[in-house]
């Protein structure tokens, strides 16, 4: 495909104040072109300069599962919904603490409690309690049995699993470190093909970071027969992607 063009004209101050930005917003990535820019050094008023952008994706296996762990109970009274709430939620998180998962990876992510109403919206048939356990599971080839004793021993009765990256940071300069190298490769190109040199690095900006993680499990209180052979969740990779645009000068 070919190379496209443009040709823009700024102020060699504006050059010079943004000689190195990072920005964290998403957008498309631009072929790399050859570009003018206004310098008072020079006789003809006119620099040129090389910008390419560079792209990476780093796929790590997940070291981390994130696990929604949801309970209900539904009665006559609001109060009576609520007590019986907590005495699901106590046998739920004593379960969670008894697979060795420390206070510090457990925590509520949602709780809530609210009223029933009839087929005519107008009348209340009861009320209903929720609570959402979120819990950090950092082995997650065993994740399908945690799973299990969570529901049919601790009584949860809505799963959904997500996986993540416990330091994310790492592969995300990986992936940086390879699209910097893929834009000054389509520098160089650039500019052999026109016939010129890349000079220094005038701007690096960071211009997109995404982590494809595989789509979350949900699962339903079926898994709560206690004959069920050992849940499978297959792990997957993560694909971490990182966009990069560089400016380079023409030596």
Known sequence: MPQSFRLLVIPIAVVVACSVAVAAVIVASRAP???NVRSATTASGIDSAI??????????KPDL??????????????????SDLATRAAKLIARIKSLGVNDKDLSTSGYWIGPEY?????????????????VKWHNV?????????IVQEGGATNISIGFGLANPKAAQAEARALAIADAKAKAQAMASAA?????????????SIN???????????????????????????????????VDYSIA
Do not use: C, F, M, W
Request: hydrophobic share 40%; proline share 4%; aromatic share 4%.
């Open 118 to 134: 009839g087929s005519t919206g107008q009348t209340i048939t009861g009320y209903r309690a929720g609570e959402q356990l979120q």
């Open 33 to 35: 072109v050859l570009v």
């Open 211 to 245: 982590t494809r993680t595989p789509y979350p499990y949900t699962y339903g209180a079926a898994l709560a027969a206690p004959d069920k052979a050992v849940t499978q969740v297959p792990v997957g990779d993560l694909d971490v992607q990182v966009s990069v645009e």
């Open 141 to 149: 080839d065993t994740v399908g049995r945690t799973l299990d004793a």
């Open 195 to 207: 016939g010129v040199h890349v000079g220094q690095v005038i701007r690096v900006s960071d211009v």
């Open 65 to 82: 599962a994130l696990l929604n762990a949801g309970i209900e109970s539904r009665a006559s009274t609001a109060a009576a919904a609520q």
């Open 51 to 60: 910008l390419a952008s560079g792209d990476a994706t780093v796929s790590k």
